[in-house]
């Protein structure tokens, strides 16, 4: 998302680890969102998911495929308060993370 890198030199997040899915998945219920959107998408290349700002294909995963598997109308990710990522819609406006280098 552009937001993350105007304004704080960042990106949406690169959910690579176990662990860093906890801690999204904790921040999510602490602020009770329900979900929020990761930095993965498919859109140049249905099914392949790759990290939006480096196409590189994503290693960890963490799905809930249950009942939208699929729609390819849905080209990005979002982590939900469960900590599964769900198809999401790259044009729907939904809470984000912005994930910053520390220097």
């Given at each position: 998302?552009?937001?993350?890198?105007?304004?704080?030199?960042?990106?949406?997040?690169?959910?690579?680890?176990?662990?860093?899915?906890?801690?999204?998945?904790?921040?999510?219920?602490?602020?009770?969102?329900?979900?929020?959107?990761?930095?993965?998408?498919?859109?140049?290349?249905?099914?392949?998911?790759?990290?939006?700002?480096?196409?590189?294909?994503?290693?960890?995963?963490?799905?809930?495929?249950?009942?939208?598997?699929?729609?390819?109308?849905?080209?990005?990710?979002?982590?939900?308060?469960?900590?599964?990522?769900?198809?999401?819609d790259c044009w729907q406006p939904d809470y984000f993370f912005c994930q910053v280098p520390l220097y």
């Amino acid at each position: 998302m552009e937001y993350c890198d105007r304004s704080f030199f960042g990106s949406l997040p690169h959910v690579t680890t176990p662990e860093l899915n906890f801690f999204l998945e904790t921040m999510l219920c602490q602020t009770v969102v329900f979900s929020a959107t990761i930095g993965i998408t498919d859109q140049k290349e249905e099914g392949k998911w790759v990290y939006s700002n480096t196409d590189q294909e994503i290693g960890y995963s963490n799905w809930n495929w249950k009942g939208v598997w699929r729609l390819t109308d849905r080209n990005c990710a979002t982590i939900t308060i469960d900590g599964t990522w769900m198809m999401s819609d790259c044009w729907q406006p939904d809470y984000f993370f912005c994930q910053v280098p520390l220097y």
